[in-house]
């Protein structure tokens, strides 16, 4: 070798072993995306973000995205995977409560019928939540949402739930990282139910989880400490909630916003009205054949004010079914 | 240039330009500590956890520090550095307030007799917090922060409180950083009241800040979102709270923690109970005339029990007197 070839090879070999990731200037960082409005308006954005000199360049500091999770990372039809794993979880309890047979909404899960187990609304469901996810320390919990998501499976797909997420998403977190953002969820579905397994599917650890919650006590026990999740809302990492979660976790404002529903939009107004370049992108539920297609008038996912507002402020939108050329991860390009 | 040297440089050059710290061997980078017990100790952690092989690894994503911030990172005496911004706020905010000359506790603020103010406890001292922290924008009180830490100078001192900041832990900051930690605050001071300039103070970005906190409210005002700082208290991040606020943020235990008073007691038992090699560390003042000397019977920053269970459990503590060179960063070493 002689000097500049051997010298360009220590360079990259030293680049390599640091961990440091290249420009993709050959290869394409969103292979599952169509080459369609969405796919360009992000990629010109992250140019734009990402440029010195650029007018709109963000410090790395600065950097910030946020993701709704369910229906925008990975499904939520035909119910929140979270629901699956508390109507779970009461099956699993139901030998030490013999009084849930003749009680509801918990005797309407043990015999199978879910509908009639939430006919009972917000209440029925903060009633099952508790039950399934309080009275225990962190650690416990941790260990019980962690066994579960690695064998429960989809009742239509047969799929792990881990499976379920979305390939083209998981190139547009893995995109975004590679230019220096931070990754944030911000889902309105329980915070430590994230935590165990998003580090290892999405990427993303868990103090970077931003999510809905109980309260936690602080006891020692026999001298030990242990963190106890009480049967008490803390946050609701929702809707107008969700600004507050972000301030609330990340002090800053993110620069980017991803999401699907009406429940994300005060998200997606609160970085949109920051200074400076934003995006914000809606994920439509439009593919009835590979996912699911549900939007105005859907009971969960609902996205209608949301959809107007995007087309009024030149968001982006997404269509499952044209822009993405598979959904997820096990299927071909 | 011969090929080795040549390729040597470029390697050296790749690395500089990447950003990558070098393992520190020749450079101390504790300088301001004494080569006594504590700075031994903290050295032996480092290795310890961070050498490939060692029984007692940690991978760098679980490599997190918590150090609370008064009386830790920075000073607390005569009185909080957040109760002169709160009296300080109190008398700007008279004019608006004539009802104030004959209200206590801000009628005595006013006439500058600060003691009787806190003669009124912990009712007097929310009654002012909530008038000067709250009813304004997220956006509004960051700039009220900013624009006070600017120019507001300590009492005794007549320095900038924030080069009332300990040199030797803003090198532990930065040591603990150059060896793949993730620094955080865990305070019982304001999260908004240190965000602001923690990060160009002491390198922790807002989103490494955990503190107390009022609850915000999210608002569409003509249009344009902001939200709203409300008087009503969301969570105390002091004893009890610290592992609380811990898990809330990060989601995951610290493998080390630094305090220096009994409120800081419960993150240390917290950090000290996970598995593995753990470090936890008290900074005690003993250094009456460099800085304050105070433990067991003071008001503020109490460290009594926390001094009893350091001393029973092998916990490492900093004699500031003892152990350290200089105090403030414009001290010569």
């Known amino acids: ?3 500049m070839k051997s010298a360009t ?11 440091i990731v290249l420009p993709a200037f050959a290869a394409d960082p969103l292979p599952s995306w169509n080459d369609t409005a969405p796919k360009k308006a992000i990629v010109a954005f992250i140019k734009q973000v990402t440029r010195q000199g650029s007018a709109n360049f963000v410090p790395v500091a600065e950097r910030i995205a946020t993701f709704d999770n369910d229906g925008t990372l990975w499904a939520e039809q035909p119910m929140y995977f979270q629901a699956f794993f508390v109507f779970d979880r009461v099956k699993h309890l139901a030998p030490q409560h013999p009084e849930w047979k003749s ?16 006919a009972g609304g917000e209440h029925a469901l903060g009633e099952m939540l508790m039950a399934t996810h309080a009275c225990m320390t962190t650690e416990e919990f941790e260990k019980i949402v962690s066994d579960w998501i690695a064998t429960a499976k989809h009742p239509a797909t047969k799929r792990p739930y881990t499976e379920m997420v979305f390939q083209p998403m998981l190139e547009l977190l893995a995109y975004l990282r590679a230019n220096g953002f931070k990754t944030y969820i911000v889902s309105g579905g329980g915070i430590e139910f994230m935590r ?38 803390n946050f609701v990492d929702d809707k107008d909630g969700k600004p507050v979660g972000i301030q609330q976790h990340i002090g800053r404002r993110p620069i980017a916003a991803f999401g699907n529903s009406d429940g994300d939009l005060q998200m997606m107004q609160w970085t949109a009205a920051g200074k400076g370049a934003r995006f914000c992108l809606y994920v439509h539920h439009t593919d009835a054949e590979r ?3 549900y939007d105005r008038q859907s009971h969960l996912g609902h996205l209608d004010k949301g959809l107007d507002e995007a ?5 982006t939108v997404v269509s499952m079914k044209d822009d993405w050329k598979i959904i997820y991860p096990h299927q071909k390009r």
């Open 1 to 3: 070798m002689g000097t």
């Open 9 to 19: 090879y220590v360079l990259l070999a030293a680049l390599f072993a640091a961990g």
């Open 103 to 118: 009680k509801e909404p918990f005797a309407s899960v043990l015999r199978g019928d879910v509908k009639s187990a939430l």
């Open 196 to 233: 165990p397994w998003a580090e290892k599917v999405y990427g993303i650890p868990p103090e970077q989880v931003i999510g809905s919650s109980i309260k936690t006590k602080f006891e020692l026990r026999d001298g030990k400490p242990v963190l106890v999740r009480l049967p008490e809302l």
């Open 291 to 293: 996912e699911w297609a």
């Open 311 to 315: 087309k009024a402020r030149g968001w």
